[in-house]
């Protein structure tokens, strides 16, 4: 069905221009989103007496390079996003064409989750106990983030058939 094969198409350029808008505001704006990575990494706010606190990270050059490894899988994904949602636009007419396009959009959503879930749930979240942090805590828009990406994943994914339906009217 055209309608559905266009509105996947949708959802991944939607996915790229967010990706792609997180990656410009982080590079524009450095000094604001790396406060963050630098005090998670730091831990200088999670709880008093915490045991974990041999997690943490001092050296700025590693801050700067999680951030910028952070900005860089942005732009990847924005990149593999669009250029994904491109040849989907260009297949959208034949299904058979349009499931095997697939895999630029699909490897910019998985690695969006990976970004948002792996990146920020999990090892900022739970190893440097992001979580703990009133100030620092991303987790909640990450998980939103990962799980808006998982969505479309799930959506895209689905195999796509020309012809008519079987179902009755």
Do not use: C
């Amino acid at each position: 069905m055209l309608a559905l094969r266009i509105s996947k198409i949708l959802f991944v350029l939607s996915a790229a221009l967010f990706a792609a808008l997180v990656g410009m505001n982080n590079i524009l704006d450095y000094q604001i989103n790396f406060a963050g990575v630098r005090h998670v990494m730091l831990m200088d706010s999670v709880f008093p007496g915490n045991h974990s606190m041999w997690r943490a990270v001092a050296a700025p050059w590693l801050h700067h390079l999680a951030y910028w490894l952070i900005i860089a899988t942005e732009l990847a994904i924005a990149v593999l996003g669009f250029w994904g949602a491109f040849e989907l636009w260009q297949a959208r007419r034949d299904a058979a064409w349009f499931n095997r396009r697939k895999t630029k959009a699909v490897l910019a959503l998985a690695l969006g989750i990976l970004l948002w879930f792996t990146g920020f749930v999990v090892l900022a979240g739970e190893w440097f106990l992001m979580w703990q942090s009133d100030d620092w805590n991303a987790q909640q828009p990450a998980f939103i983030f990962a799980a808006s990406f998982f969505l479309i994943l799930i959506l895209l994914v689905r195999e796509d058939q020309d012809g008519q339906s079987t179902a009755p009217p």
